[in-house]
């Protein structure tokens, strides 16, 4: 079964595109994320999923201690190089090398649904938190991905195309500004990502749909049909 380790194939591309600042959405969400899901810093943060580091370094910058955890040697490469004094970490996340209630916070900033086994690594991230500890995802929208828009306008029909309900697998390329990446992961309804969290213990506290944090032209259309979810869980 695919997983995010054929984020490897795409590593070069990716890090071009997350690093070509107010390329892509993460420039114009991130604010509402840190703001308001994520709690003050504490002993350690980990990062599930944490590619070429980009969310680590942010969590850096507002003073937490990080270890990002990564299945493509490329993107674990790039991180290290950006961040020489970060720990990042070549593993899976449904498989944590880290021992129980190691971390006070774990974080996974749009990597559920790039990881096979999502109930795993949600499962992993309870295993991993103290008491009382949180989980603070962002995933894209279970609403967005059943559909799409029928033209590049603003105003542009929002098109329900396929099932809300269950997993379903997606692949998709984008061409923006002389930059190509193709995405590839799976798309779940709400029901599932609540289930996945009922069984490895987690209370959610928090549920956000954030709006586009400036008015850039192409994200005009995510003021009106939700682009991402975010969601704080934490484990009583």
């Given at each position: 079964m695919p997983d995010r380790s054929g984020w490897e194939d795409e590593a070069e591309s990716w890090v071009r595109w997350a690093r070509t600042e107010g390329h892509d959405a993460y420039w114009f969400y991130r604010q509402s994320f840190f703001e308001r899901m994520v709690p003050p810093p504490g002993a350690r943060t980990v990062e599930l999923g944490s590619g070429e580091g980009r969310v680590s370094r942010d969590l850096r910058d507002r003073g937490h201690r990080t270890v990002g955890v990564e299945l493509s040697?490329?993107?674990?490469?790039?991180?290290r190089d950006a961040d020489p004094g970060g720990t990042y970490l070549l593993?899976?996340?449904?498989?944590?090398?880290?021992?129980?209630?190691?971390?006070d916070l774990v974080?996974?900033?749009n990597t559920l649904m790039d990881i096979a086994d999502m109930d795993a690594a949600v499962a992993e991230a309870g295993r991993i938190l103290v008491p009382g500890g949180r989980f603070c995802v962002c995933v894209t929208h279970p609403m967005s991905n059943t559909g799409h828009f029928d033209g590049p306008a603003p105003d542009a029909?929002?098109?329900?195309?396929?099932?809300?309900?269950?997993?379903?697998?997606?692949e998709g390329t984008e061409a923006r500004d002389g930059l190509t990446m193709t995405f590839r992961g799976w798309s779940y309804a709400l029901e599932e990502y609540a289930l996945a969290f009922e069984r490895a213990g987690f209370l959610i506290e928090a549920m956000r749909e954030p709006v586009p944090e400036a008015g850039e032209p192409h994200l005009l259309r995510w003021w009106r049909v939700p682009l991402f979810l975010h969601i704080r869980a934490v484990r009583p």
């Open positions: 040697p490329t993107l674990v490469r790039h991180a593993a899976d996340a449904s498989k944590l090398p880290l021992a129980d209630a190691s971390c974080v996974a900033y029909t929002f098109v329900v195309s396929t099932t809300y309900f269950g997993r379903r697998r997606f």
